[in-house]
């Protein structure tokens, strides 16, 4: 018969038992007085030491000018140390919590449910089997786009573990009774309506990815033996089906963002530009990704394709002020002399190309009007725009954007994007 009450409670401190539980809550807790410590004396924002510890963070573009550090494309945003192949951080991130009451709430279950596990698996497979748990828990949701954070993908893992070792362990069934497995999945339901209302932010995927994980082990681990070489085997095969789960989310093609990112790390223009063109493709709301797009192509001797892509950019984005600052540089630099430029013009806008024309008639901030010419807020007649454009000099500038340096503080990502959950702040 299994120990009870304090014989119970006894055995649980008993750490050489029980040694990957013991670890697992020593880890929890040593990574959270860290990261949560750690500002307390000057060792870094919370969310920076989490990502030191391999914890996945949104991060923003900035620019450092030596005084502050300041976001210039509020829309450039996501996961980009995971879009960078450091897959090892979504297991990483299992170990990380967003407070107190999410460690407590988490290690108390590990406290419960771990050592009733451990005590049927050797301590290797036990080991094994958190760390698998860990990766496969958490990675759907990377998959959608959040980044969650927290134990309690493994803690469900290992409840289905022993919902499906019950069955045939009549020790366990007095452990873990009927009512326990009922309020267990009670529990995870009503984490889905609370996310549903708004109210908290249940990684409620990862709970029942790790739930279905964990019991397609302990079923495997109920098979007669007969039969249970061939279940393991392909149990081990479904495994496999990780390793492109992987990939895809340190890869998500799906996602503009994402490929912006990788635009902004090649040298090559041309692959540069094929991926901002993916990055548009994906989603047209991004109005950054459609500037640097435009300027790659100026810069390369094609300003016809740039006029186009600033005009595709501003039909998409109509009410953004940098996409349409730089139609105007465009007009102004190229298209007011080409009839072609306002031929595209025409088609891209259709009715629209008047009031769209006389909005790029305005002079852009680059340009100075000398006392020779009319007054900035003047209307100027297209001979004249085409005149102070070549006078004037205009030059289209797009300076290369920077970073922080190390331990620079970066700036949150808007909360009230619809991307904020890519945060990490769900549990």
């Known amino acids: 018969m299994a120990p ?51 914890a996945v963070s949104s991060r923003v573009r900035v620019l450092d000018d030596g005084h502050e550090i300041r976001v210039i494309e509020p829309e450039f945003f996501g996961p980009l140390d995971l879009w960078n192949g450091e897959w090892w951080r979504i297991p990483a991130c299992s170990f990380h919590h967003g407070d107190l009451i999410h460690l407590l709430c988490n290690l108390s279950a590990v406290w419960f449910l771990s050592p009733w596990l451990e005590r049927r698996f050797v301590a290797l497979w036990m080991g094994l089997f958190v760390l698998s748990a860990a990766a496969v828990s958490l990675l759907p949701e990377f998959l959608i786009g959040n980044n969650a954070i927290g134990y309690s993908g493994v803690i469900c893992a290992i409840f ?7 069955k045939d362990d009549r020790e366990l069934q007095d452990e873990l009774t009927d009512s326990m497995i009922q309020g267990g999945v009670g529990f995870l339901v009503l984490g889905v309506v609370l996310t549903s209302l708004g109210i908290v932010s249940f990684a409620n995927l990862a709970h029942f990815v790790g739930l279905g994980y964990g019991f397609l082990v302990g079923w495997v681990a109920t098979v007669r033996p007969a039969r249970r070489e061939m279940a393991v085997v392909g149990l081990i095969a479904a495994h496999a089906l990780v390793v492109p789960a992987w990939w895809l989310a340190c890869h998500p093609f799906w996602n503009g963002r994402y490929h912006w990112f990788v635009a902004d790390r090649q040298t090559d223009p041309a692959l540069k530009e ?22 790659l192509q100026f810069r390369t001797g094609r300003p016809d394709l740039a006029w186009t892509t600033a005009l595709q950019g501003v039909q998409a ?27 595209e013009l025409a088609a891209i806008f259709g009715d629209r190309a008047p009031a769209i024309r006389e909005l790029l008639k305005q002079p852009p901030r680059s340009v100075r009007i000398t006392r ?12 004249e725009l085409q005149r102070f454009r ?21 700036p949150a990502v808007d909360p009230d994007s619809p991307e904020s959950a890519v945060e990490g702040r769900t549990m």
Do not use: M
């Open 4 to 54: 009870t009450g304090t014989d119970n409670f006894s055995l649980r401190l008993k750490w050489r038992e029980f040694p990957v539980t013991t670890i697992s809550i020593a880890l929890c807790v040593v990574v959270f007085a860290y990261t949560h410590g750690g500002p307390l004396f000057g060792c870094g924002d919370s969310s920076e030491l989490q990502r030191r510890l391999g």
């Open 160 to 166: 289905g573990a022993l919902w499906a070792l019950r």
């Open 274 to 295: 094929n991926q901002f063109a993916q990055a548009v493709a994906w989603d047209p709301r991004l109005p950054g990704a459609w500037r640097e797009l435009s300027a």
């Open 317 to 343: 984005n109509p009410s953004n002020a940098g996409l349409q600052e730089q139609a105007r540089e465009l007009w102004w630099r190229w298209a007011v002399s080409q009839p072609q430029g306002v031929e």
């Open 372 to 383: 020779d010419g009319p007054a900035p807020d003047d209307a100027l007649s297209e001979t």
């Open 390 to 410: 070549l006078n004037q000099g205009i030059d289209l500038s797009f300076p290369e954007l920077t970073r922080p340096e190390r331990g620079g503080k970066l």
